[in-house]
């Protein structure tokens, strides 16, 4: 067992004592606290955090803002999951765009020689169990994590920002040092598929937060149409094989997935609002799992990536 695996399951055996002394409404802080602090700092348009870890100094992110149109242009956006498909599918073809890679895709960097635009991790368990791929970033990849996150890699190694910047990836809907908000209290900067019964909301404001449905997959999303992707291309989105190993695992190696419990609630609803943010701009979007649960109704298909095409 590692060292992260041990750590974690410290705080999970610790979790009902900390409950007691957190008032509910912060119980999602408990994924941070107490091992990180950090501090928002309004930068005009943008937010910049600072933090300590255990003491340690992390200095300051960088400015979320400064990302805003920054990929503007025709190259496609290719956000890389790691559902089984990618094994049958012409991954060098990932060269012809940006290349933003989502937890067990850091994989590629060494398989496939991939340079990624970004790294995106929203959920600190991926780094508890999969920490050792962190390793194959290169120095000077923009990293997107969520305060969990960040608080998971320290704990891993608490100098492994020196060398990288950082953004603050904030659930909005669960606010760092705030209390849970609902739907409703998101305010300015977000669209929700339905105000009168919303199932699903989409950040267009990346410093307010981003939404959270279960997958990084849409956390990504947001920040590709926040960056100014016209051609956002999902790899690896397979979703319904979920029980399968992932294209970089094998059966003994498999790490649980929810993506199919998650997808009838949360997913279907926040890829539905997405197609529509994507067609009301302009933006075109495309699914590449040629068996991706996600009907194609919602997100085309597209055989870009068919090693025969």
Request: net charge positive; hydrophobic share 40%; proline share 7%.
């Amino acid at each position: 067992m590692s060292v992260l695996q041990r750590r974690g399951l410290w705080r999970s055996a610790t979790t009902f004592g900390r409950k007691l002394v957190t008032p509910k409404p912060l119980w999602h802080m408990l994924e941070v606290w107490p091992e990180l602090q950090m501090q928002r700092h309004e930068a005009g348009d943008g937010v910049t955090w600072t933090g300590q870890y255990r003491g340690l100094t992390l200095g300051c992110s960088a400015n979320l803002a400064e990302v805003n149109s920054a990929w503007a242009g025709p190259e496609p956006c290719y956000l890389v999951g790691s559902g089984p498909s990618m094994r049958e599918q012409a991954l060098h073809k990932l060269a012809d765009g940006r290349v933003v890679l989502l937890n067990g895709a850091l994989s590629l960097i060494d398989s496939h020689d991939i340079r990624p635009e970004a790294v995106v991790i929203v959920d600190y368990r991926f780094v508890r169990d999969r920490g050792q791929w962190l390793e194959n970033i290169p120095a000077g990849t923009p990293c997107f994590f969520t305060p969990a996150v960040i608080r998971a890699v320290c704990d891993w190694q608490p100098d492994f920002f020196a060398d990288k910047p950082w953004y603050v990836l904030e659930n909005a809907l669960r606010p760092y040092a705030r209390p849970r908000r609902g739907w409703n209290q998101l305010g300015s900067g977000f669209v929700l598929d339905d105000p009168a019964a919303p199932q699903a909301a989409f950040s267009l404001d990346l410093p307010r937060g981003f939404v959270d449905a279960r997958t990084v997959m849409y956390a990504a999303c947001q920040l590709a149409v926040y960056a100014g992707a016209r051609d956002i291309n999902m790899v690896g989105f397979d979703i319904g094989n979920a029980q399968q190993p992932r294209f970089n695992e094998t059966g003994q190696t498999r790490l649980k997935s929810r993506l199919d419990q998650a997808y009838p609630r949360r997913i279907l609803p926040a890829m539905r609002l997405f197609a529509r943010i994507c067609r009301e701009r302009g933006i075109a979007c495309w699914n590449h799992s040629p068996v991706s649960l996600l009907p194609e109704t919602v997100i085309p298909r597209s055989d870009r990536l068919n090693r025969s095409a």
